[in-house]
């Protein structure tokens, strides 16, 4: 039984209207506000143009916190890759028990990420499990701890970040592995290409699409990091980076919310720009299959 059109139209106007009143609003809402001087107590609302983006761009706190980003970015995307292939390929061998490996590397992927940077925060502080393992090593570690010099906060927080994201990429990549015809191991291997080979040749090509879906995720996920520098350093030890400058702009001190949703759409745009970037490289790589 088909529906009519005002039927269709009844029956999704409940989503259509969150869509509206927390999404859509919210977001041209937020563009306009870049536009202007709006402040959380102030009763106007100038509209000063482009001032807020030509702040931005003189702006050494903004400058700084988006440096950091890219260094997130650059920095733990590409051992993320790597690592969670390397696992994929692991557990994708028959072995006894493995269905507990790979619930043990999703585990953390799925944990709170605030429980993480709790536990994480103790692990890194003056005396923890992390600096006496340094030592062992024959490492000095930071006197006040890893997360309380600038020498190291930030990359901290990278490798907790690369510790807990594995295991979902992991997941991604194994279910890439699956996809791959056991056919053309097979008659690789009759024509004497060994494991590297196989790997080279077969693996690898056939996992670039999957490869670059979680580069594009994972790009975004790391440009919005968050929760990870509120719980463990509030931004210090020069680890702010543009979401925590939004926030920080926003709803702790400054409370410009112009400013900070002008921040905000900047962020977007270079976000998007990442995205296009890696959607463009795709399409290239199939049309080339």
Do not use: C
């Amino acid at each position: 039984m088909r529906l009519s059109r005002s039927s269709s139209l009844i029956l999704s106007l409940p989503w259509l209207v969150t869509f509206i009143l927390f999404w859509l609003f919210p977001l041209l809402y937020s563009l306009i506000m870049g536009f202007s001087d709006y402040r959380l107590l102030a009763t106007d609302f100038d509209w000063i143009g482009w001032d807020n983006y030509r702040e931005l761009a003189a702006d050494d706190n903004f400058l700084s916190a988006l440096k950091n980003t890219f260094v997130f970015v650059l920095g733990t995307i590409p051992v993320t890759t790597v690592i969670a292939l390397a696992l994929a390929l692991l557990v994708s061998r028959s072995f006894r028990g493995r269905g507990l490996f790979r619930a043990g590397f999703f585990l953390p992927s799925v944990t709170s990420m605030v429980v993480i940077a709790l536990i994480f925060t103790n692990l890194y502080q003056r005396g923890g499990y992390i600096a006496i393992l340094a030592g062992f090593a024959g490492l000095s570690p930071p006197e006040h701890g890893f997360l309380f010099d600038r020498a190291t906060a930030l990359y901290s927080i990278m490798a907790m970040d690369v510790w807990m994201s594995v295991g979902y990429y992991m997941l991604i990549f194994l279910a890439g592995l699956k996809a791959i015809p056991d056919e053309l191991y097979e008659a690789a291997e009759l024509n004497g290409a060994g494991w590297w080979r196989r790997f080279w040749s077969i693996t690898l090509p056939l996992l670039r699409p999957v490869a670059l879906f979680i580069i594009v995720i994972n790009s975004i996920k790391s440009f919005q990091v968050f929760v990870e520098i509120f719980v463990m350093t509030k931004g210090k030890f020069d680890t702010a980076t543009a979401v925590y400058f939004i926030y920080e702009q926003g709803l702790q001190t400054q409370f410009r919310f112009g400013y900070a949703s002008a921040a905000a759409y900047l962020l977007f745009v270079i976000i998007a720009m990442f995205s296009i970037v890696q959607f463009v490289l795709l399409r290239r790589r199939r049309a080339l299959w």
